[in-house]
C-alpha cells in the first residue's frame, strides 16, 4: 500500500512530447538514459539510484533471480513497467529511441545499484530488461546502447565481462568524466573491438578544447 512512483511527474510527458516533436521535425535522434532508481524504492529519485546497506550481492541475485519470481524481481518488473509505458507512446509514433539503461556498470567510485556487480548477475538485469520491453511489451524501437564509464583503472575497471551480448546490444559507448590521465579518445578506440556503432554517452570535457587553458594536459 505505501508504494509510490514519482516516474510519472508531468515533466516526463512535457519531455515525451518534445522528443516526439523534435523527431518530427527531423533534427534529431532521440536518446534517453534510464536512471532507475533502486526497485521498490518508496519515491523514485536520483538519490535512490544508489545502493544501500540491504542491496548487498544477495539482494542483487534475487532481483534478477526471474526463474524463482522472487518478490525483488517483481519489483524490478514493476518498475521497468513505468520505463514500458513513456516508451510505448515512441512506439506509437513510429520514433526509434536510443535506450541506455544501466549505464556505467564498471564504475569504481560511487557505483549505482547495479555497478560492480557479479558480471553474470548485471548480464541476467540486462537481459531481463531487454526481453521485457522487446518480447514482452513489443517495444521493438528501442536501440539498447551499452554504456560503461571510462576504464582508466582509477575510476572505472575492466568492462567486458559485463558485456550482455551482440544478440541484445545495438550500439555501444562510453562515458567520460575523467582518466588517469585524460585521453577521452583510447576509450572510443578500445571500444571498437566489439564492432557495433560507437557513441560517446556522457562527458564533461569537449576534446575539441584539449590544448584549451582550462584543461591543462599536465592534469
Known amino acids: 500500500g505505501k508504494y509510490r512512483s514519482t516516474y510519472n ?5 512535457t519531455a515525451i512530447t518534445r522528443a516526439i516533436n523534435a523527431w518530427n521535425a527531423g533534427d534529431s535522434i532521440i536518446g534517453y538514459a534510464f536512471h532507475m532508481s533502486v526497485p521498490g524504492s518508496p519515491s523514485k529519485a536520483f538519490e535512490y539510484d ?3 546497506p540491504q542491496h548487498d550481492a544477495a ?3 534475487r532481483t534478477v533471480d526471474k526463474a524463482n519470481n522472487t518478490l525483488e524481481y517483481q519489483r524490478l518488473i514493476q518498475d521497468l513497467s513505468f520505463a514500458a509505458d513513456g516508451l510505448q507512446q515512441f512506439k506509437d509514433a513510429n520514433v526509434p529511441v536510443m535506450f541506455r539503461p544501466f549505464h556505467e556498470m564498471n564504475k569504481l567510485v560511487d557505483p549505482f545499484w547495479w555497478g560492480n556487480r557479479n558480471p553474470e548477475d548485471y548480464q541476467k538485469l ?3 530488461a531487454h526481453e521485457y520491453l522487446v518480447d514482452d511489451r513489443g517495444l521493438d524501437n528501442l536501440i ?3 554504456c560503461p564509464y571510462e576504464w582508466d583503472g582509477t575510476y572505472g575497471g ?3 565481462a559485463f558485456y550482455p551480448g551482440d544478440n541484445k546490444v545495438d550500439v555501444v559507448g562510453v562515458d567520460i ?11 572510443y578506440t578500445d571500444i571498437a573491438y566489439l ?10 570535457k569537449m576534446p575539441v578544447r584539449w590544448a584549451d587553458a582550462a584543461f591543462p594536459q599536465n592534469v
Open 9 to 13: 511527474e508531468p515533466y516526463i510527458q
Open 50 to 52: 544508489f545502493p544501500e
Open 59 to 61: 539482494w542483487f541475485a
Open 126 to 128: 540486462w537481459n531481463i
Open 144 to 146: 539498447f546502447t551499452w
Open 158 to 160: 575492466n568492462p567486458w
Open 177 to 187: 568524466y575523467e582518466g588517469n590521465p585524460y585521453f577521452p579518445a583510447k576509450f
Open 195 to 204: 564492432n557495433k556503432p560507437r557513441v560517446v554517452g556522457e562527458n564533461n
